[in-house]
């Protein structure tokens, strides 16, 4: 099973600064890879899917970057709504696995 | 609009058994793979099992060792989870996705809202 390492654990910000979230897979996935974003009490929601694809809606200061075991979701410049936990995901091994998250909070 | 209604959660005892379902809309059901993704409280989200768009071929996490069976009916475009032996460890909100193929290809577009298991006695 591949073990996705999201870092950090917490990332403490201020709206308007630039946010930078890094996910490792143990072993490569390619570039499948995708992030989600998810609010308290509400589902996740997809952002971006095969590293650097944004999803249907997305606003663009979302990007994604990176392939193999090295990946990045870079936020170019914060939202007060953009405040909440990020997952990476992999589908490079049919046994899907998630990080444990990065909670953005406001500084 | 693509939704997913999940319904079924609820108290169940250790050792028991429970059922949920996902009923979709909005999208050609019989044509996308659907996934169970479950986020037990506080914590993050896991993979439990995917299902490919005919029902033939099925995945599971390999923590279940055997105690959930997904299933689906393309004619009520519902999805289901079964699940027995039930432990304190499965609590948690068990959500169902939509794949983006007709095999299961773990690219989740639409989620839905989730349903809360709670195993205690």
């Known amino acids: 099973e591949i073990v996705l390492t999201q870092i950090p654990d917490t990332l403490s910000l201020s709206a308007g600064e630039r946010a930078t979230l890094s996910c490792r897979a143990s072993?490569?996935?390619?570039?499948?890879l995708a992030w989600y974003q998810q609010k308290p009490g509400q589902a996740p929601r997809l952002l971006i899917y095969?590293?650097?694809k944004r999803a249907t809606g997305i606003p663009a200061r979302f990007s994604g970057s990176g392939s193999g075991t090295d990946f990045t979701l870079t936020i170019s410049s914060l939202e007060p709504e953009d405040f909440a936990v990020y997952y990476c995901?992999?589908?490079?091994?049919?046994?899907?696995?998630f990080g444990q998250g990065t909670k953005l909070e406001i500084k | 609009e693509v939704q997913l209604l999940e319904s079924g959660g609820g108290l169940v005892q250790p050792g028991g058994s429970l059922t949920v379902a996902c009923t979709a809309s909005?999208?050609?059901?019989?044509?996308?793979?659907m996934s169970w993704v479950r986020q037990a409280p506080g914590t993050g989200l896991e993979w439990v099992s995917a299902?490919?768009?005919?029902?033939?071929?099925?995945f599971y996490a390999d923590s279940l060792k055997g105690r959930f069976t997904i299933s689906r009916d393309n004619s009520k475009n519902t999805l289901y989870l079964q699940m027995h032996s039930l432990r304190a460890e499965d609590t948690a909100v068990y959500y169902c996705?939509?794949?983006?193929?007709?095999?299961?290809?773990?690219?989740?577009?639409?989620w839905g809202q989730g349903t809360l298991v709670t195993v205690s006695s």
């Open positions: 996705v939509e794949d983006v193929g007709y095999d299961s290809s773990g690219s989740f577009d639409h």
């Open positions: 909005g999208f050609t059901f019989s044509t996308h793979a």
């Open positions: 299902i490919n768009a005919g029902g033939s071929r099925t």
């Open positions: 072993q490569s996935v390619s570039n499948y």
């Open positions: 095969d590293a650097t």
């Open positions: 995901q992999q589908r490079g091994d049919w046994r899907y696995s």
